[in-house]
């Protein structure tokens, strides 16, 4: 189910920019409000849906497996901490949702190099993850020769 904006909606804040995983949601340069620019690459995540303070997107199903005539909307209350699903079917039923928001405030994640560099033992560690500079370290692990099947001279 790919987003779409309603343009009248949308202020151009770029929130669905920022939080969109697969980066297609833009800001169109002529119009300065936001599109989807490959809905086939849509991840239908709602992350973008969710953030969204104007409330300004929806999501289409695609006509294989969502007929027309049916509807998923999405409301996020801060202030209540609540995110509100509403489904309506095409033959009329509806069924609503409403689940607490545990998204982690915008803008508290710390970033990799915030963290202090790995100790000895976390070097090794199968979770290692991240860039060298980003680690504060000179380079990654790397495997020992002795540790391949036949050895590499
Ligand atoms: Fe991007 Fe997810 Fe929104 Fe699709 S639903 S446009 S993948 S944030
Ligand atoms: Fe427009 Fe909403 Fe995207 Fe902001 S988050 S740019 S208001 S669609």
């Not at 992350?47 to 294989?64: E, L, N, T």
């Not at 976390?122 to 500079?133: G, N, T, Y």
Request: glycine share 6%; proline share 8%.
């Amino acid at each position: 189910m790919p987003t779409f904006v309603y343009m009248t909606n949308c202020d151009g804040c770029g929130y669905c920019v920022d939080i969109c995983p697969s980066d297609i949601m833009h800001i169109d340069p002529t119009y300065r409000r936001a599109l989807n620019i490959e809905p086939n690459m849509c991840w239908e995540c709602f992350s973008c849906v969710k953030a969204c303070p104007q409330h300004a997107i929806d999501v289409r199903g695609y006509a294989d497996f969502a007929p027309l005539g049916h509807s998923v909307r999405v409301l996020r209350e801060d202030e209540k901490g609540t995110i509100s699903w509403r489904i309506k079917f095409r033959d009329g039923r509806e069924k609503n949702f409403v689940s607490p928001i545990r998204t982690t405030p915008w803008g508290s994640i710390k970033g990799p190099s915030e963290y202090s560099a790995p100790t000895a033992s976390a070097m090794q560690s199968q979770a290692l993850a991240h860039e060298p500079e980003a680690l504060k370290v000179e380079a990654l692990p790397t495997l020992a020769r002795t540790r391949f099947k036949k050895g590499v001279v």
